[in-house]
């Protein structure tokens, strides 16, 4: 039975492993032969060697995409994180102890289902509705709540509220599933953990920071990496809901912005995979540095 095992596990793994090799590992590899050479997107192309990474150190714009990149990847993780720890917390023990049993606020199960829907929304169609609601006029959601008498705010079109408010819809749109995530967690802890603090006269507080954080942090530190990831991205939102695709004077470019329009709007497919090596770099450099940084004995319940 036991020799029958591999060539049962190795059936099921070979045509998704043999996907993946083709359409991500094969991609990433085109990707790296692409940025050393001069290809525009269609016709042949010539070897240039490392003059798109040497064009890409001198492009103001992209440092400026980058820093972009580093404000989202700075905010993104930490408010994201914070918020959906503070409510799965009262979803499930905010409610203190009852019967020797603890439990969330009072209706806890619709709040779950209130807070996860933004997940089941289009990334598209959440950059629609909030370009609406950001509206520079009147017609705008926001602004449409103050008197005439008030002078609208511009919000996406403001170079200088733009990409702060791209930030609040990444924020809106991933809480939802880090409650969900975060309050799984939770349920794993065992009850008799919460009583004996309970016993001891441990405060909510005194639980949240002494007994969730620690038995939850493997689900933060997953949460931090793909949620750094997400701040690397964000292309669909900027995309969508700013002007200029990179709002005024490039207040919300970032560097995922930038491989589309060299790549699409410039024609300059072998600067845009260059733009994509160093951002495929830049993330599994997070990736990595956020599992040693973060790394600590585990904390069993």
Known sequence: MRHGKYPFIIGFLAVPVALYAIFVVGAYLQMFRLSLTDWSGYGTFNDVGFDNFVKLWNDEVIWTALRHNGFLLLLMPIITIAVALVFAFLLNVGGGSHGGMTRGVWGSKVYRVVFFFPQLLA??????IFQRVYGPDKSGMINGLFPDSWEPWLFLADERWALTCIL???IWQAVGFYVVLFSAGMGSIGQEVYEAAALDGANRITLFF?????LLWG???VAWIYLGIAAFDCFALVNIMTVN???PNNSTQVLSMQIYLNAFKYSQAGYASAIGVVLF??????????LRVSRRDSVEA
Do not use: H, R
């Open 245 to 247: 695709q990179g709002g």
């Open 281 to 290: 770099f830049l993330a599994l450099s997070f990736a990595w540095l956020t």
């Open 123 to 128: 990334l598209a169609l959440v950059a629609v």
């Open 210 to 214: 002494k007994i969730t954080l620690p």
């Open 219 to 221: 689900n933060i530190q």
């Open 168 to 170: 609040v819809v990444l």
